[in-house]
């Protein structure tokens, strides 16, 4: 079964089993807010982006984040980096996450 993302309602709340928060400020936080101009889904694109220009994060991303459900605080029916991350660090090349 993949991985899936959940959903962080405190920053005291516990992390289920076998999972990782990827919010800010962790490196593997979005660096691109949601502002008046830019919709979550515009941010989770620029972010896919910037996972393109980064090779080494992704690396790092795929030795600590693969196989591990990923939590953030973006409502789950809401587009998340996080789902990002999922795609990237469980398949083998960023090319097929990006491609199409």
């Known amino acids: 079964m993949m991985p899936r993302r959940f959903h962080v309602t405190s920053f005291r709340m516990p992390n289920p089993p076998n999972s990782k928060r990827v919010m800010r400020p962790s490196r593997f936080g979005n660096p691109f807010p949601i502002t008046e101009q830019e919709d979550a889904a515009t941010v989770v694109s620029r972010f896919a982006q910037h996972l393109e220009q980064h090779p080494e994060l992704v690396e790092l991303g795929r030795r600590e984040l693969r196989g591990f459900d ?15 991350w999922l795609e990237v660090v469980n398949t083998e090349t960023l090319a097929a996450t990006t491609a199409g």
């Open 70 to 84: 990923l939590g953030c605080i973006c409502p789950l029916d809401a587009p998340c980096h996080a789902d990002v």
